[in-house]
């Protein structure tokens, strides 16, 4: 009797050994780039921005009155007790707006940190990222806040450190009704990283010239210290973000992977 390879198994032989191999060597491969998150797709993304977007529609329509006066005395000189004039609701909705801004700005940050900065994040929920970027905004504005809190007093008086935080407050929450637009923009209609970056710093430099203003008016008009009032703005504003970007840099690095 001759052996199976005269009778014709030869074949069937090398074909199921090279099958055999294949399926061994597909457990391994060589690690390809992973697949772009597409936070438009994204549910519990989605659910945030619409409940940001009905939360914004809905303060500004219950305190519409507010903003309208606000926005008419923020130019000029009004008493002191018609400024302080804000009612624990309206000064909730106004926290309620810079939270909401926290998120958005973790958002806007975290698409931008995806596509520009080399690497993948480690945590592969991306909504855990994004709370985490948005806190570190959060722990920005209390962090710049607290020092007002702590410098102001002893130069200028707790009732203009006050009037200085609720117009802080106030520029704040009206930014968040700009930086909305754009987020849904970066998510829902794939806007360049770049365009981004220039409308949010149009956004960033318009706050901080009414934010200069405000604090020339209130602390350093009457006095007429137009040098004294850069010192103080820089000290307390200036430094504070310029600080906030290297320890964001630096906590997107952490959580990053890079190759």
């Known amino acids: 009797m001759t052996s199976s390879t005269h009778l014709g198994f030869e074949p069937l032989i090398n074909d199921s050994l090279l ?12 690690l390809g780039h992973p697949i772009p998150s597409q936070l438009g797709n994204d549910d519990l993304t989605t659910i945030t921005l619409l409940l940001c977007f009905v939360t914004i529609a809905a303060s500004i329509a219950f305190t519409r009155n507010f903003i309208s006066r606000q926005l008419r005395n923020f130019f000029y000189e009004v008493h002191s007790e018609e400024l302080n004039n804000v009612t624990s609701n309206e000064l909730r909705f106004e926290i309620l707006l810079v939270v909401i801004d926290c998120m958005l700005l973790g958002i806007a940050s975290y698409i931008a940190a995806s596509e520009k900065i ?21 722990g920005y504005f209390l962090c710049k806040w607290l020092m007002h809190f702590v410098v102001d007093p ?3 008086g707790g009732k203009k450190t ?19 637009p754009l987020v849904m923009l970066l998510v829902f209609f794939d806007l360049s990283v770049e365009k981004c970056i220039f409308y949010f710093c149009g956004v960033l430099i318009l706050n901080k010239i009414l934010t200069f203003y405000k604090c020339w ?30 320890v964001w840099l630096m906590t997107v690095n952490n959580l990053k992977i890079n190759f």
């Not at 099958?19 to 060589?30: K, M, P, W």
């Not at 985490?132 to 959060?138: D, E, K, P, V, Y």
């Not at 209130?218 to 973000?241: D, H, M, S, V, W």
Request: glycine letters at 6%; proline letters at 2%.
């Open 162 to 180: 006050i009037q200085l935080f609720k117009v802080q407050l106030f520029i704040t929450a009206c930014s968040t009704t700009l930086t909305l």
């Open 19 to 30: 099958c055999a191999a294949q399926a061994h060597s597909s457990r391994f491969g060589v």
């Open 118 to 138: 080399p690497g993948i994040f480690v945590r592969d929920t991306v909504f855990t990222n994004i709370i985490i970027l948005s806190a570190l905004f959060g």
């Open 154 to 156: 002893v130069f200028f």
């Open 217 to 246: 008016f209130i602390f350093f008009r009457q006095k007429g210290f137009f040098l004294q009032t850069f010192l103080y703005f820089c000290a307390l504003e200036i430094t504070p973000l310029l600080a906030f970007s290297g």
